[in-house]
């Protein structure tokens, strides 16, 4: 028996084996979708993308009566870092627990570019950060925001669409 024979056996045995498990031991099916349930019942509020036309004034929006504005002071320029800044206000602005954000471009796959936010100690409604974008290799400058506020056990999620602007 050669060595690639012996890997497949192998494989298939640990493929089987685990079939096996996620079939038919008790409660392991049931533990999964009881976490995925509770992690569908953690979601507040997800809001469809809106469009972002100005970037350094800022884009804004309300959640479930959270308003919330995202803004860039500085321009974008790949792969450089650049500051971000969320600000938010509200019923809810005291119990928030953290910021999050990450760049997204629709049906391309540009890594991970998530970043967690801080608040300001000077200004409470105010969670700054810095971000870098790579280079899309096909040229395209359309990005999505993704801005995820977690406040107590919701988490409210909303999309900005913008685009990235040649620098000059």
Not at 88 to 110: A, H, P, T, W, Y
Not at 111 to 136: E, T
Not at 155 to 161: D, N
Request: with cysteine; hydrophobic share 40%.
């Amino acid at each position: 028996m050669n060595k690639t024979t012996l890997y497949m056996i192998v494989s298939l045995i640990l493929i089987t084996v685990l079939i096996y498990i996620v079939l038919f031991v008790p409660g392991l099916n049931q533990a999964l979708k009881q976490e995925n349930s509770r992690q569908l019942q953690s979601v507040g509020v997800i809001q469809e993308a809106q469009q972002c036309t100005s970037l350094t004034t800022g884009c804004d929006t309300k959640i479930d009566g959270l308003s919330l504005a995202l803004k860039f002071p500085k321009n974008i320029v790949y792969l450089n870092s650049f500051p971000i800044e969320v600000s938010l206000s509200g019923d809810m602005q005291s119990q928030i627990e953290n910021v999050k954000i990450e760049f997204r471009m629709l049906k391309m796959n540009m890594g991970i570019n998530y970043y967690q936010l801080q608040q300001d100690r000077g200004n409470k409604i105010l969670w700054k950060g810095n971000g870098v974008l790579p280079i899309c290799v096909t040229g395209r400058t359309d990005w999505q925001a993704h801005v995820e506020v977690k406040i107590k056990d919701k988490i409210y999620k909303t999309v900005f669409q913008f685009e990235v602007l040649p620098s000059t």
